[in-house]
């Protein structure tokens, strides 16, 4: 039996010298020693710094022997804080900023097509909406996107002057009532959403938040276009208390500019100041009739941009 182990026990020897020998001749490695190797671990001085030494902020510093520059294609946020110096983000351009405004004044009527008479001259418009601007590097111009809506209300004559409208155009009409009927008008309504694109100057320094000074003062123009939904209530003739109505899609275009006086608090700045539009509606309120309609808007706005 003792001789059987020690055949044993050789064997094994032999098996495990032989795996180590083929892993050598396959993969040009060396056998791992367990034997421990004198002056492969570094002194422990090596490691530790020296008493005062402030060791590097691995999150902050710059890697070591590179500028402290950002990495080419690369550029700071305008919204992360300080910049370098002539720094203004993506395309080497100004800052981009927001602002919220509302507006509100008279709607006065220069030609209503088939609703001159029907319509008294003056009503009354709101908007609301917001912009976005896009400052050159000087910060004292930028292009604007303006996006909002828009309610506009125009009191009719009534009776007064009566108006002839096909009386299938009108809700729950008969359609084979082919023929006219005079109804006066109540009142208009237009609610729309306006889209557009202008240029703003700024004339006492940078409009941008960061950069403006206290107060300043900024002019601009702008032109585009609304899309929305226009409303007629009628009074038919001889029933003074009925009421009839008809609803339809309109678009029309406008073009405008403005004044405004600006406040800088720090974190935002607040503006007030002056607006005139012209617009050029296109409906389809009372055929056969030409329902078009040119309108003015003097209004006051006041705004927060950030």
């Known amino acids: 039996m ?9 064997l094994i020897v032999a098996c495990s010298s032989m795996a180590v020998s ?29 008493p ?10 710059p890697p070591s022997g590179l500028p402290n520059q950002p990495i080419p294609g690369a550029a700071y946020s305008p919204w992360c804080g300080d910049r370098l110096p002539g720094d203004f983000g993506v395309g080497g351009n100004g800052p981009i900023t927001y602002e919220t405004y509302f507006r509100t004044g ?29 400052f050159n590097q000087a910060g004292d111009a930028a292009w604007v996107i303006d996006l909002g809506l828009s309610t506009t209300y125009n009191r009719g004559t009534r009776l007064s002057n009566p108006i002839q409208v096909l009386a299938n155009s009108l809700k729950s009409s008969d359609p084979s009532n082919d023929f006219t009927i005079p109804l006066g008008v109540r009142r208009v309504n237009r609610t729309s959403f306006n889209y557009g694109i202008g240029r703003d100057w700024f ?19 702008d032109f585009g276009g609304r899309y929305g ?27 405008g500019t403005h004044l405004n006086w600006e406040r800088n608090f720090g974190g935002w700045i607040l503006l007030a100041g002056v607006r005139a539009e012209y617009g050029y509606t296109w409906t389809n309120l009372i055929p056969p009739l030409d329902g078009d309609i040119q309108d003015v808007n003097l209004m006051l706005t006041f705004g927060v941009r950030f």
Request: hydrophobic fraction near 35%; avoid cysteine.
């Open 2 to 10: 003792r001789a059987i182990r020690i055949f044993l026990a050789g």
């Open 22 to 50: 083929a892993q050598s001749a396959l993969f040009g490695t060396k056998p791992v020693s367990t034997a421990p190797q004198s002056g492969t671990m570094p002194p422990m001085s090596a490691l530790v710094p020296p």
């Open 52 to 61: 005062g030494a402030v060791p590097p902020d691995l999150l902050t510093s």
């Open 106 to 134: 008279p709607n006065i009527i220069a030609d209503a097509g088939g609703f001159n008479g029907a319509l008294e001259r003056s009503g009354w418009v709101a908007q609301f909406g917001g912009r976005s601007l896009l």
């Open 203 to 221: 004339l006492n320094g940078p409009g941008y938040l960061d950069q403006a000074p206290e107060t300043n003062w900024r002019f601009g123009t």
């Open 229 to 255: 939904t226009a409303s007629v209530g009628f009074e038919p003739q001889g029933d003074p208390d009925g009421y009839r109505r008809r609803q339809k899609i309109y678009h029309g275009i406008y073009v």
